[in-house]
T-cell receptor, first 114, second 111 residues
Framework: DTEVTQTPKHLVMGMTNKKSLKCEQH?????MYWYKQKAKKPPELMFV???????INESVPSRFSPECPNSSLLNLHLHALQPEDSALYLC?????????????FGPGTRLTVT | DAKTTQPNSMESNEEEPVHLPCNHS???????IHWYRQLPSQGPEYVIH???SNVNNRMASLAIAEDRKSSTLILHRATLRDAAVYYC????????????FGAGTRLTVKP
Protein backbone atom coordinates (compact mmCIF):
# COMPACT_ATOMS: atom_id res chain seq x y z
CA ASP A 1 0.00 0.00 0.00
CA THR A 2 1.75 3.16 -1.22
CA GLU A 3 -1.12 5.49 -0.54
CA VAL A 4 -1.40 8.70 1.43
CA THR A 5 -5.02 9.52 2.18
CA GLN A 6 -6.37 12.95 3.02
CA THR A 7 -9.75 13.94 4.37
CA PRO A 8 -11.86 15.79 3.60
CA LYS A 9 -11.41 16.22 -0.17
CA HIS A 10 -13.09 19.62 -0.07
CA LEU A 11 -13.73 22.00 2.81
CA VAL A 12 -15.53 25.33 2.93
CA MET A 13 -15.19 27.27 6.16
CA GLY A 14 -15.93 30.72 7.48
CA MET A 15 -13.29 32.94 8.98
CA THR A 16 -14.49 32.26 12.53
CA ASN A 17 -14.67 28.47 12.19
CA LYS A 18 -12.31 25.85 13.57
CA LYS A 19 -11.68 22.82 11.39
CA SER A 20 -9.05 20.13 10.94
CA LEU A 21 -7.46 18.42 7.95
CA LYS A 22 -6.40 14.81 8.34
CA CYS A 23 -3.66 12.81 6.63
CA GLU A 24 -2.92 9.11 7.05
CA GLN A 25 -0.33 6.66 5.72
CA HIS A 26 0.29 3.01 6.49
CA UNK A 27 3.65 2.59 4.80
CA UNK A 28 5.64 2.79 8.03
CA UNK A 29 7.04 6.17 7.00
CA UNK A 30 8.62 8.25 9.75
CA UNK A 31 8.58 11.69 8.10
CA MET A 32 5.40 13.58 7.20
CA TYR A 33 4.85 16.94 5.56
CA TRP A 34 2.26 19.64 4.94
CA TYR A 35 2.42 21.76 1.78
CA LYS A 36 0.19 24.59 0.58
CA GLN A 37 -0.47 25.06 -3.15
CA LYS A 38 -2.21 28.09 -4.64
CA ALA A 39 -3.73 27.84 -8.10
CA LYS A 40 -1.14 27.53 -10.89
CA LYS A 41 1.73 27.80 -8.39
CA PRO A 42 4.15 25.15 -7.08
CA PRO A 43 3.63 23.57 -3.66
CA GLU A 44 5.16 25.47 -0.72
CA LEU A 45 6.48 23.61 2.28
CA MET A 46 4.72 24.46 5.55
CA PHE A 47 5.67 21.89 8.18
CA VAL A 48 7.81 18.77 8.52
CA UNK A 49 7.49 16.09 11.19
CA UNK A 50 10.35 13.65 11.59
CA UNK A 51 9.84 10.73 13.97
CA UNK A 52 6.72 12.50 15.30
CA UNK A 53 8.62 15.66 16.21
CA UNK A 54 8.21 18.98 14.42
CA UNK A 55 11.49 19.57 12.61
CA ILE A 56 10.61 22.36 10.18
CA ASN A 57 8.09 25.20 10.53
CA GLU A 58 8.35 27.56 7.59
CA SER A 59 7.20 30.66 9.49
CA VAL A 60 3.60 29.67 9.01
CA PRO A 61 1.01 31.88 10.80
CA SER A 62 -0.24 30.50 14.11
CA ARG A 63 -3.75 30.11 12.72
CA PHE A 64 -2.34 26.88 11.22
CA SER A 65 -1.45 24.35 13.92
CA PRO A 66 0.04 20.96 12.99
CA GLU A 67 -0.20 17.84 15.10
CA CYS A 68 1.33 14.39 14.71
CA PRO A 69 -0.49 12.06 17.18
CA ASN A 70 1.39 8.98 15.94
CA SER A 71 3.67 7.96 13.11
CA SER A 72 0.75 7.20 10.75
CA LEU A 73 -1.34 10.29 11.31
CA LEU A 74 -0.87 13.99 10.65
CA ASN A 75 -3.41 16.70 11.35
CA LEU A 76 -3.57 20.37 10.45
CA HIS A 77 -5.82 22.39 12.74
CA LEU A 78 -7.28 25.56 11.25
CA HIS A 79 -8.61 28.53 13.18
CA ALA A 80 -9.54 32.09 12.21
CA LEU A 81 -8.36 31.68 8.63
CA GLN A 82 -8.38 34.43 6.02
CA PRO A 83 -9.75 34.22 2.47
CA GLU A 84 -6.18 34.26 1.14
CA ASP A 85 -5.61 30.93 2.92
CA SER A 86 -7.86 29.29 0.32
CA ALA A 87 -5.65 26.73 -1.44
CA LEU A 88 -4.95 23.05 -1.98
CA TYR A 89 -3.33 21.55 1.12
CA LEU A 90 -1.12 18.58 0.34
CA CYS A 91 0.19 15.99 2.75
CA UNK A 92 3.23 13.83 1.98
CA UNK A 93 5.26 11.17 3.72
CA UNK A 94 8.67 9.58 3.26
CA UNK A 95 10.44 6.57 4.70
CA UNK A 96 12.86 8.64 6.71
CA UNK A 97 14.87 11.80 6.69
CA UNK A 98 17.50 10.84 4.13
CA UNK A 99 17.60 12.70 0.84
CA UNK A 100 17.38 9.49 -1.21
CA UNK A 101 13.88 8.77 0.10
CA UNK A 102 11.12 9.91 -2.20
CA UNK A 103 8.06 11.69 -0.89
CA UNK A 104 4.62 10.21 -1.48
CA PHE A 105 1.86 12.78 -1.80
CA GLY A 106 -1.83 12.56 -1.08
CA PRO A 107 -4.45 14.05 -3.44
CA GLY A 108 -4.90 17.10 -1.24
CA THR A 109 -7.74 18.92 0.50
CA ARG A 110 -9.14 21.87 -1.40
CA LEU A 111 -9.93 24.55 1.17
CA THR A 112 -12.12 27.56 0.56
CA VAL A 113 -12.34 30.26 3.23
CA THR A 114 -15.38 32.52 2.94
CA ASP B 1 19.33 27.77 -1.30
CA ALA B 2 20.42 26.72 -4.75
CA LYS B 3 17.80 27.55 -7.38
CA THR B 4 16.65 25.76 -10.51
CA THR B 5 15.54 27.29 -13.82
CA GLN B 6 13.15 25.49 -16.15
CA PRO B 7 11.21 26.56 -19.25
CA ASN B 8 7.63 27.52 -18.42
CA SER B 9 6.14 25.15 -20.96
CA MET B 10 7.01 22.55 -23.59
CA GLU B 11 5.06 20.59 -26.16
CA SER B 12 5.60 17.09 -27.41
CA ASN B 13 3.95 14.66 -29.79
CA GLU B 14 2.63 11.37 -28.50
CA GLU B 15 5.07 8.44 -28.74
CA GLU B 16 8.06 10.73 -29.30
CA PRO B 17 10.89 11.31 -26.80
CA VAL B 18 10.79 14.39 -24.60
CA HIS B 19 13.81 16.15 -23.12
CA LEU B 20 12.99 18.46 -20.20
CA PRO B 21 15.92 20.72 -19.27
CA CYS B 22 16.83 22.16 -15.88
CA ASN B 23 19.59 24.63 -15.07
CA HIS B 24 21.09 24.71 -11.61
CA SER B 25 24.30 26.70 -11.98
CA UNK B 26 24.69 27.31 -8.21
CA UNK B 27 24.44 23.63 -7.29
CA UNK B 28 26.74 22.52 -4.49
CA UNK B 29 28.53 19.22 -4.11
CA UNK B 30 26.00 17.92 -1.59
CA UNK B 31 22.87 18.71 -3.64
CA UNK B 32 20.86 15.86 -5.09
CA ILE B 33 18.76 16.52 -8.21
CA HIS B 34 15.18 15.30 -7.86
CA TRP B 35 12.34 15.36 -10.36
CA TYR B 36 8.68 15.22 -9.48
CA ARG B 37 5.63 15.69 -11.66
CA GLN B 38 2.09 16.76 -10.92
CA LEU B 39 -0.71 15.50 -13.10
CA PRO B 40 -3.90 17.57 -13.27
CA SER B 41 -5.96 17.40 -10.06
CA GLN B 42 -3.43 15.17 -8.30
CA GLY B 43 -0.64 15.53 -5.77
CA PRO B 44 2.95 15.50 -7.04
CA GLU B 45 4.59 12.15 -7.71
CA TYR B 46 8.26 11.19 -7.62
CA VAL B 47 9.91 10.57 -10.99
CA ILE B 48 13.65 10.11 -10.47
CA HIS B 49 16.69 11.48 -8.68
CA UNK B 50 20.49 11.48 -9.03
CA UNK B 51 23.71 12.99 -7.73
CA UNK B 52 26.43 12.74 -10.38
CA SER B 53 25.80 9.78 -12.67
CA ASN B 54 23.02 9.34 -15.17
CA VAL B 55 20.08 7.35 -13.81
CA ASN B 56 17.37 5.21 -15.38
CA ASN B 57 14.15 3.84 -13.95
CA ARG B 58 10.87 2.55 -15.34
CA MET B 59 9.46 6.05 -15.71
CA ALA B 60 12.33 8.09 -17.15
CA SER B 61 16.05 8.74 -17.48
CA LEU B 62 18.02 11.52 -15.86
CA ALA B 63 21.08 12.88 -17.67
CA ILE B 64 23.36 15.03 -15.49
CA ALA B 65 25.97 17.30 -17.06
CA GLU B 66 29.57 16.62 -16.12
CA ASP B 67 29.84 19.95 -14.25
CA ARG B 68 26.41 19.27 -12.67
CA LYS B 69 25.19 22.75 -13.56
CA SER B 70 22.35 21.33 -15.63
CA SER B 71 20.34 18.16 -16.04
CA THR B 72 17.76 16.75 -18.44
CA LEU B 73 14.78 14.54 -17.69
CA ILE B 74 14.12 12.20 -20.60
CA LEU B 75 10.75 10.56 -21.24
CA HIS B 76 11.49 7.97 -23.90
CA ARG B 77 8.02 7.75 -25.44
CA ALA B 78 5.57 10.39 -24.32
CA THR B 79 1.98 9.36 -23.77
CA LEU B 80 -1.06 11.54 -23.17
CA ARG B 81 -0.84 10.50 -19.53
CA ASP B 82 2.55 12.23 -19.26
CA ALA B 83 0.95 15.66 -19.62
CA ALA B 84 1.82 17.31 -16.30
CA VAL B 85 3.91 19.96 -14.60
CA TYR B 86 7.46 18.68 -14.13
CA TYR B 87 9.49 20.03 -11.22
CA CYS B 88 13.28 19.92 -10.96
CA UNK B 89 14.32 20.24 -7.29
CA UNK B 90 17.67 20.41 -5.54
CA UNK B 91 17.84 18.71 -2.16
CA UNK B 92 20.73 19.15 0.27
CA UNK B 93 22.01 15.87 1.67
CA UNK B 94 22.34 17.43 5.12
CA UNK B 95 18.90 19.09 5.13
CA UNK B 96 17.01 16.08 4.01
CA UNK B 97 13.44 16.99 4.87
CA UNK B 98 13.60 20.30 3.09
CA UNK B 99 12.18 20.05 -0.42
CA UNK B 100 11.38 23.28 -2.23
CA PHE B 101 9.60 23.30 -5.56
CA GLY B 102 10.46 25.74 -8.35
CA ALA B 103 8.02 26.96 -10.95
CA GLY B 104 8.27 23.80 -13.07
CA THR B 105 7.64 23.06 -16.77
CA ARG B 106 4.13 22.40 -18.02
CA LEU B 107 4.35 19.60 -20.59
CA THR B 108 1.61 19.28 -23.18
CA VAL B 109 1.44 16.06 -25.19
CA LYS B 110 -0.33 16.22 -28.53
CA PRO B 111 -1.96 13.12 -30.02
Amino acid sequence: DTEVTQTPKHLVMGMTNKKSLKCEQHMGHRAMYWYKQKAKKPPELMFVYSYEKLSINESVPSRFSPECPNSSLLNLHLHALQPEDSALYLCASSQGDQVAYEQYFGPGTRLTVT
Amino acid sequence: DAKTTQPNSMESNEEEPVHLPCNHSTISGTDYIHWYRQLPSQGPEYVIHGLTSNVNNRMASLAIAEDRKSSTLILHRATLRDAAVYYCILRRSYNNNDMRFGAGTRLTVKP
